[in-house]
């Protein structure tokens, strides 16, 4: 078969991060936490606005009033040879730009990107914590959010108050075009002929049109960001300030939020959708590539911090044991190595490579000391973990026989210490595990099946797409912080991504055609459900429908926690009932270390991240966190940023790239008194025993 000229945009899935200020930075291009050769800076930091990858220091991270910048997620173009059989990992790609001539001599005249961001939460089904997506299984659903508001999910009168959704926006990079997605500006969409045409019939809907009054204490909820192009135009996305609105009730009283998850009455920013583009050839053709996603939401607190589960792992694993990404890795039916018949096992003839596929995880172990109040044993042995080498005997270190490590292919979950990780689990469980690949790697290296070196076989583009999934939260979707559950479905992607040339990792786009509109009756519907068949692709929002409402509650309550928040309320762990476990410390950091405390590189004792005013707690379960979620509604922009010592930068001070510290902090100032951080295991007060006066009988 003849090759053929295909174009893919990188990262398949990206993401914006909200910041009050107008200013911005770049969204990281590299994953958290891993060496960068040259250099004693980890992966994971921010990247400065106008270049190409000259990283943050904590003096960029706010604007000159204070203010959180926001982080823009970039898109590039990358053009392949596709001989009909796409495979994983690919390499090669060569960047599209403006005025690039490619391989073939078509020289690029114009970039028209494409994008179309929705908020579906408040219109969408309730997140159900204990049971994840199998609220979903059975052909079922969960109770609808906002059920006073009357008509089934796919109803106009439900959609048209309950959706936030601008329309779509195209912009030219030639004209160096950018486009808000805010309740003024008309939509816009690439037509037939080539051309930007405008949708004044779009039917656009945002809180207000609804509300004749709604409470704004971070001001209206009017937009959901922003596109424009760099110089060389690639797409930049900016995300809405993050902020957050609610109904008033019948006695003119601001709704209360009384949850973690599902608040009724209450709207805020977030959003995700498709990102696509077509490019403009000087001899008048045109051709699309394959599109990508992109997800606005929560700020990276700690940027560099590596989550042992990332959702890179995840939709790695999913890729891996569900959509054949490597056969020499995963066979996925007929005869498994030990004779039986099964749905997929692994080859024992894969070598895994230390430096990609196991030092990793070895890295983000001793990488959660920086944002939880870890005991001196367990610093000593996160440690020791991370610094096993690739010469060292598997069975001479701390690691041997993964002793210490939870299986997650037998029935651990409920089983905390001394297996790890200690930190909470996903839905129903009681403690996290590595993913599957993640352990057969582990295996392997444990029984001496691995290569060394850096034998990275990633392109460029691929090197994206695995480092933008790799500085997020996998493992313990509950519901998350940037994505949900739903990641690790495959219905969600192009399936045929070897055939088509799609390559892996590309969130599949529910087509959109733009005709026929009215606006009195909304254009997109409840849109993808997982566990359902669903596999026509999914529309905007459909990615962040499933996570909580206003985000900032959620953030603010997944501080540390009782195994039972997993489990209906019953303790099934083999713990103390009252001990506390963290929850997701490296995008949500519990206790950290602040950098003008720290004196000749020697620590201070830990602070909690969210400490201050209105954050004093008598239950140790309540601490780090704000006591009023109204509290983490308008303050959540001045919790401080973990960042290594390399690019702290406060005059006359220098810090050891080994360290990881809070800057740029605004709840209190220096030296404040605060709540003391204890050292775990630490527990929440027991519940009150019932006396006989309680008991109705």
Known sequence: MKNKTIFRVHPTINFARFGTSDDYILSPEDSAGMPQEGTDTTGGLPIKKGTEKTTITSKDLRDEDGNLKKQAARFRIYTYDHNGKASYPEGG?????????????????????????????????????????????????PQLRNPETHGDIDSDYRLNRLMID????????????????????????????????????????????????????????????????DDKGRLLVLPSTGNAVGQYDEYGVPIQMTGDLNNVGWFDSAADGPVSVTIQFADGSSEEAFGAWVVCGDPAYAPQIRNVVSVWDDVYDTFVRELDLQPELFRQTGESENGDDGEGVYRLDYLPNFANDIKPTFIACTLQRWTANLPEMALRAHTAVDAISENDDPNRTIMAALNFLRNPNNEETNIGAPLMPLSLGAAGTSFMTVTKTQYFFLEQWSKKRFTKGNETKLGPGELLDMAS???????????????????????????????????PFRIKHFPLKYENLDKSTPFLKSGWIPLHDMTDGIEPGDISKFMATPWQTDYNSCSIHQTAINTDGVNESNGAETTLYWSWPSQRPDAVYVAEEVVNNVLPKQKWSIRGPGTYAVNPAQAATFQDPLDAVNEWHK????????????????FSPELYLEVQGKLTNPGDATDPVAEWPFNANPPKKKSKKDCPF
């Open 166 to 229: 601008p329309g779509p926006r195209t912009i030219s990079a030639l004209s160096k075009e950018r486009a808000k997605f805010d309740d003024c500006t008309i939509p816009t969409c690439l037509n037939d002929k080539g051309e930007i045409e405008k949708l004044p019939a779009y039917p656009v809907r945002f809180p207000a049109d609804s509300n004749e009054e709604l409470f704004e204490p971070n001001g209206p909820l009017d937009t959901l960001g922003e596109i424009l192009t």
């Open 93 to 141: 790609g060569i960047e599209v730009t403006i005025g690039a001539k490619l391989p073939d001599g078509r020289v690029v005249r114009d970039l028209v990107w494409s994008s179309h961001l929705a908020n579906k939460k408040a219109a969408a089904y309730n997140v159900v914590n204990n049971k994840g997506i199998l609220a979903y299984a059975d052909n079922q659903v």
């Open 469 to 503: 999934l790799a500085n997020c939260l996998g493992g313990r979707y509950v519901p998350g912080i940037e994505v949900s559950y739903t990641v690790r479905c495959k219905d969600m992607y192009i399936q045929d991504w070897k055939i088509s040339g799609a390559g």
């Open 639 to 654: 919790i401080g940023i973990i960042i290594q010592g390399t690019n702290v930068d406060i005059e006359g001070r220098e």
